[in-house]
Nanobody
Framework: HVQLVESGGGSVQAGGSLRLSCVVS????????MAWFRQAPGKEREAVAG???????SYADSVKGRFTISRESGKNTVHLQMNSLIPEDSGVYYC?????????????????WGRGTQVTVS
């Protein structure tokens, strides 16, 4: 039974930082493709950052230079370090895992999802 559990969300002022974590359990192999998505009220869910099984990272243009995705293999955890936050970064952030095909930003290609963690930037 695969579970993805996000944590680390909260409220922060513009210019501040947050670090999101996604603890993964149930995969028989840790080296799966993972990603973070977010959804703001009234908007569609969008891809934020992805990390491949080989460690390759990808980012949405809107977060490049501000966000960093990383994986901590020993703890089966994927992190999203978010710096220089702006109000437009607000939303529910979701961890997604096990994309077997397609580009990293393709939501439909991910098999497993967490329940999300709220990020509010004011």
């Amino acid at each position: 039974h695969v579970q993805l559990v996000e944590s680390g969300g909260g409220s922060v002022q513009a210019g501040g930082s947050l670090r999101l974590s996604c603890v993964v359990s149930g995969y028989t192999r840790w080296s799966v493709n993972m990603a973070w998505f977010r959804q703001a009220p009234g908007k569609e869910r969008e891809a934020v950052a992805g990390v491949e099984s080989d460690g390759t990272t990808s980012y949405a243009d809107s977060v490049k230079g501000r966000f960093t995705i990383s994986r901590e293999s020993g703890k089966n955890t994927v992190h999203l370090q978010m710096n220089s936050l702006i109000p437009e970064d607000s939303g529910v952030y979701y961890c997604a895992g096990d994309r077997t095909s397609g580009a990293w930003y393709m939501e439909s290609q991910y098999t497993h999802w967490g329940r999300g963690t709220q990020v509010t930037v004011s």
